[in-house]
């Protein structure tokens, strides 16, 4: 049963500190996603690649926030510095539209919290 | 731009009531699809259906309905006879004919009291 992992699950850190999210996606997968879940903007989408290259970032707070695929089967979410306000669950996601009809499959999600 | 609106927040039923979720989009696209995902309290997105925009016919799985109406622009969820599992949030989700750009809407919190 082929899942998209992610690690780690839970993370705490001090503000300041750089932060580094990874996500492997589902083998097979060309496209990857990393979006963000608040009680306050709900599930908002950061960043995509295909095939590895970027396609879209808008979303993403570009000062401190970086996002890379150094491979095809490794997703990372940067943050440096940190801060409290970017504590939310990061989700990452794969498919290999238009296959499967556009269905994204979504990791367990890494839940940081920024005191 | 493409927009999703969910504009229930939370809804409270008995076990057993029927239910059913508002989900209503806006896209300039002719082709899109739409998806419902649950998020039980573990917090993992659960993928419960997706909809073509050349596909009106309503689907049902088990407990679970759907009423695509393009005409009103809604992908409205029903539950029927709810059940205490089915507590969660429910997200409504369009995306463009690139599969690239998913909106979610603000999700509408379920609760199905014993």
């Known amino acids: 049963d082929a899942r998209v992992t992610q690690t780690p699950r839970h993370k705490v850190t001090e503000m300041g500190q750089e932060v580094t999210m990874r996500c492997q996606p589902i083998?097979?997968?060309?496209?990857v996603f990393w979006y963000r879940q608040t009680m306050m903007q709900g599930l908002e989408l950061l960043a995509y690649f295909r095939n590895r290259a970027p396609l879209d970032d808008s979303g993403m707070p570009k000062d401190r926030f970086s996002a890379e695929m150094p491979d095809a089967t490794l997703a990372t979410l940067k943050i440096q510095p940190s801060e409290p306000r970017d504590s939310a669950v990061y989700f990452c996601?794969?498919?290999?539209?238009?296959?499967?009809?556009?269905?994204?499959?979504f990791g367990p999600g890494t839940r940081l919290t920024v005191t | 731009a493409q927009k999703v609106t969910q504009a229930q927040t939370e809804i409270s039923v008995v076990e057993k009531e029927d239910v059913t979720l508002d989900c209503v989009y806006e896209t300039r696209d002719t082709t899109y699809y739409l998806f419902w995902y649950k998020q039980p309290p573990s917090g993992e997105l659960v993928f419960l259906i997706r909809?073509?925009?050349?596909?009106?016919q309503n689907e049902i799985s088990g407990r679970y309905s759907w009423n695509f109406q393009k005409s009103t622009s809604s992908f409205n969820f029903t539950i029927t006879a709810s059940q205490v599992v089915d507590s969660a949030v429910y997200f409504c989700a369009l995306i463009d004919p690139l599969g690239n750009d998913m909106r979610f809407g603000a999700g509408t919190r379920l609760t199905v009291k014993p």
């Open positions: 996601a794969s498919g290999f539209p238009p296959g499967d009809l556009y269905e994204q499959y």
């Open positions: 083998l097979g997968h060309n496209t």
């Open positions: 909809r073509n925009s050349f596909d009106e």
